[in-house]
């Protein structure tokens, strides 16, 4: 098993639906969890990370971490055609360990 | 956010040959840096964290002998891979942690490499 596990898609929705990106994971030593879009051919970039359990909102991106059921979400509002990307989830407890990306496609 | 560059952004070479690949901090300074390698449609794997002063420390699996690592300064790492071949093709990233910590690590746009 997997120590994160994350459905590759890809996942199409059409634009101003919101988006729901998850991941679960295996190992409760995890603290740090984050999210990265990467774009076809670039490397990934930062978007959001929590620490613990909980909510975080930065505009129309809502990260949410349930520890209690091992599982993280990344909520995508108002998605937009340049939010189609790929979604990697991220978590730390010694060394950072990524899941394997989520293909995002926003039909206009 | 902060800033890390790589070149080249892509190269091809022979089979048997060495191939630098540099990574730069440009707006701030890093005495840690990550090396990742991914493939299609995978994850990131870890390859090796490149530290100033002092040697890399590889991850399990990944060849020291042939993935050489020199963090020559605060701003700048390179990874060598010495005698490519085929199989090391891949995209190869780097990160460096912005203020030290893991969790706010910042790319480079990567470099893909094709060995023929």
């Known amino acids: 098993q997997k120590e994160v596990e994350q459905d590759p898609g890809p996942l199409s929705v059409p634009e101003g639906a919101i988006v729901s990106l998850n991941c679960t994971y295996s190992?409760?030593?995890?603290?740090?969890f984050m999210w990265y879009r990467q774009y076809s051919r670039k490397g990934p970039e930062l978007l959001m990370y929590?620490?613990?359990?909980g909510n975080k909102e930065d505009g129309r991106f809502t990260a949410q971490v349930d520890k209690s059921s091992k599982y993280i979400s990344l909520f995508i509002r108002d998605s937009q055609p340049s939010d189609s990307a790929t979604y990697l989830c991220?978590?730390?407890?010694?060394?950072?360990?990524f899941g394997s990306g989520t293909r995002l496609s926003i039909r206009p | 956010g902060a800033v890390v560059s790589q070149h080249p952004s892509w190269v091809i070479c022979k089979s048997g040959t060495s191939v630098k690949i540099e990574c730069r901090s440009l707006?701030?300074?890093?005495?840690?840096m990550f090396w990742y390698r991914q493939f299609p449609k995978q994850s990131l794997m870890l390859m090796a964290t490149?530290?100033?002063?002092?040697?890399?420390?590889?991850e399990q699996g990944v060849e020291k002998d042939k993935f050489l690592i020199n963090h020559a300064s605060l701003t700048l790492s390179t990874l060598t891979v010495t005698s490519a071949h085929p199989e090391d093709s891949s995209f190869y990233i780097c990160?460096?942690?912005?203020?030290?910590?893991?969790?706010?690590?910042?790319f480079g746009p990567g470099t893909r490499l094709l060995v023929l």
């Open positions: 707006d701030f300074q890093a005495t840690t």
């Open positions: 490149s530290n100033e002063g002092s040697k890399a420390t590889y």
């Open positions: 990160s460096a942690p912005s203020g030290g910590y893991q969790e706010t690590q910042y």
């Open positions: 991220a978590m730390r407890a010694s060394k950072i360990i």
């Open positions: 929590t620490y613990s359990s």
């Open positions: 190992n409760s030593a995890f603290q740090y």
